[in-house]
């Protein structure tokens, strides 16, 4: 089969769909808003075309092989209770036809930190109920976990409230290769943050936003198994970027991509501490985060999952930030795009991004684009920038 990444015009919030040259589909985050699900309004019917994407199994249920919520605020995990089936696999019904998740990966973290310090929203709620519940079946009988029923813990939680599911637990800092319960030779996955308790010293770092799930993968194309990495990390800010920096500017491969998902919808706060509404051009960029999201391989696509992204003083999306990103872009020979704006700002539509043995090719409508976008070179050198 052929790999694809493809974006969702959610404006500002994430909703990416990952299918590995293996079959496998992987949906990272949702946002199907009230409007996108009523046919008398423009907004764009998501939920429609991701089923568009999705096949039937045998038992005629539309499926995802895995659902990562990077984090849990509203606009990565909206439209969750409406679309999706929660709750044990053979209570699944027809009538409803909700898409099934078959394995869930969850980061405890995440929803502690969130719990503590935030009220959670309701699809947010279900979704951490989802995903005890999936826990609880795999301590009671791990061997009769099938699909529907299957999760991966992205992270060590505290307290070792982890000990004892070393089977379905992902350290930080490693990497895995399998998809509900297989072994998945075309794509590799690398799990960056939440960062452990050492690095969690002071409020910012355990803001909600600074919970969320890094994730750099490695996906093949035409049996090339490192022809496109892809970095995503939610709605992390400023702090978590800098810290990775410090601990990873060793090797900054690990950092390396050739699509970024630009954090939190295109926010100056992932770049950096000063608040662009109020500084202007007086906003002094972090060196340490923006090397951190410096790493493109040549000919890298640096993708913002927002509105369209306006010269005003607005943050989520910055037309500084997106300046920068352009920069970052510019620097390994690649560009940067809007999903809000792609193909027009008047309709937005999904981005979808084929990944084959000659590179990432984009193939829907993006006015200026190149139709074959490089990938696969070495990670680049720390950049510095005044």
């Known amino acids: 089969m052929t790999a694809y990444l493809s974006f969702f015009p959610v404006a500002n919030g994430d909703m990416t769909l990952m299918q590995t040259e293996e079959g496998h589909k992987i949906l990272i985050d949702l946002n199907i808003r009230a409007d996108a699900d009523d046919p008398d309004k423009d907004e764009p019917d998501v939920a429609a075309k991701l089923k568009d994407k999705l096949s039937r199994d045998d038992e005629g249920r539309f499926f995802v092989d895995a659902l990562l919520l990077s984090h849990p605020d509203e606009d ?21 036809d909700k898409i099934l998740i078959r394995e869930i990966w969850s980061s405890p973290m995440v929803f502690r930190r969130a719990s503590r310090r935030h009220v959670l929203c309701d699809d947010a709620k279900v979704f951490n109920a989802e995903a005890r519940r999936r826990v609880r079946r795999f301590r009671d009988t791990p061997w009769l976990v099938g699909d529907g029923d299957r999760i991966l813990i992205l992270g060590e939680d505290e307290e070792g409230k982890t000990d004892g599911l070393q089977e379905i637990l992902i350290r930080m800092g490693t990497e895995f290769s399998h998809v509900n319960g297989q072994h998945d030779r075309s794509m590799k996955a690398l799990l960056l943050a939440p960062l ?28 090339n198994q490192d022809k496109c990495r892809f970095l995503t990390g939610g709605d992390a800010e400023v702090a ?11 090797r900054a491969d690990w950092l390396s991509y050739d699509i970024l998902l630009s954090p939190h919808h295109c926010s100056w706060h992932s770049l950096s501490h000063d608040s662009w509404s109020e500084l202007g051009e007086k906003a002094e960029v972090s060196e340490d985060a923006r090397n951190a999201l410096s790493q493109a391989r040549d000919g890298a696509t640096i993708v913002a999952s927002s509105n369209p992204i306006k010269n005003d003083d607005n943050d989520p999306p910055c037309i500084r930030a997106k300046r920068e990103y352009e920069a970052i872009a510019e620097d390994a020979a690649g560009i940067f795009v809007c999903v809000g704006e792609h193909p027009s700002e008047k309709s937005p539509d ?11 090719r984009l193939t829907t409508a993006l006015m200026g684009a190149p139709s074959i976008l490089g990938a696969g070179a070495i990670g680049r050198q720390p950049l510095s920038h005044g």
């Open 350 to 360: 999904v981005m979808e991004f084929e990944i084959s043995a000659h590179g990432l």
């Open 240 to 250: 978590i970027w800098k810290k990775l920096w410090n601990r990873y500017c060793w």
């Open 196 to 223: 452990p308790a050492e690095d969690q010293d002071d409020e910012e770092v355990l803001s909600k936003n600074n919970s969320s799930t890094i994730l750099r993968f490695s996906l093949a194309g035409g049996e």
């Open 76 to 96: 990565h995990c909206r439209g969750l209770r409406k679309h999706f089936h929660l709750g044990p696999p053979d209570e699944w019904s027809k009538s409803s």
